[in-house]
């Protein structure tokens, strides 16, 4: 059963920082790989989609990475901001057609100004 | 663009009582699916639907009906409320869904519902 798990469950970094947050999946046999942003209240907003043949995928600050391997991806923050709090999730999809995505727990950002 | 459109955002019911979770999309999505959120459980899928016409059942489908008459539209509907299903309920649509797709996954802003 594939689970996926993120460490640590909660950061909080000053503005400015380089930071990097860490999602790990037991299963390696996956079809994508998806971080969210979740701001409190709000639905879930896509980031980036890494397929399961690629290394990386980059917008604006943010760059993601996946080792499907050794089931681990990372989300690296540059420069962060005050306006990047939030909590960030990963998912991965299998190769199925429920289409359905297993999520980590999830890690909350703090950036203070 | 409207995008994933949810309503109601907040409901409280009574143990017992039934109601139907709306949402709505605005992107011709095939694929939409349901999951809830639960403090300690992440997010789990509920039921998903492939196309008009075709639902199935996610992970955690007991008590839940759906139905998928129109491409825009996926209600969820709660047929005897029960405290266990106190949770933030997200509607999501994408392309397709299927095996292959690797469209983003879009989300609605969620229905707190909470069962006394």
């Known amino acids: 059963k594939q689970e996926v798990t993120q460490i640590p469950a909660a950061l909080s970094v000053p503005e400015g920082e380089n930071l990097v947050l860490n999602c790990s999946f037991t299963?390696?046999?996956?079809?994508?790989l998806q971080w969210f942003r979740q701001d409190p209240g709000k639905g879930l907003t896509s980031l980036l989609l890494i397929q399961s043949s690629q290394r990386e995928q980059t917008s604006g600050r943010l760059n993601a990475s996946l080792d499907k391997s050794s089931g681990r991806s990372t989300l690296y923050i540059a420069a962060s901001q005050p306006g990047d709090s939030a909590t960030y999730l990963c998912?991965?999809?299998?190769?199925?057609?429920?289409?359905?995505?297993?999520f980590g727990q999830g890690t909350t950002l703090q950036v203070k100004p | 663009n409207a995008g994933v459109t949810q309503t109601p955002k907040f409901q409280v019911l009574k143990t017992g009582q039934s109601m139907t979770l709306q949402c709505a999309q605005d992107?011709?999505?095939?694929?939409m699916s349901w999951y809830r959120q639960d403090p300690g459980m992440g997010l789990r899928l509920i039921h998903y639907s492939v196309g008009a016409g075709i639902t199935d059942q996610g992970e955690v489908p007991n008590g839940y009906n759906v139905s998928r008459s129109t491409t825009e539209d996926f209600p969820l509907r709660l047929l005897s409320a029960a405290p266990s299903q106190t949770s933030v309920y997200f509607c999501a649509s994408t392309s397709s869904g299927g095996g292959r797709d690797n469209s983003p996954l879009h989300f609605g802003n969620g229905t707190r519902l909470t069962v006394t």
């Open positions: 299963d390696s046999a996956i079809y994508n």
């Open positions: 992107m011709n999505h095939e694929y």
């Open positions: 998912a991965v999809k299998g190769s199925s057609n429920t289409g359905k995505l297993i």
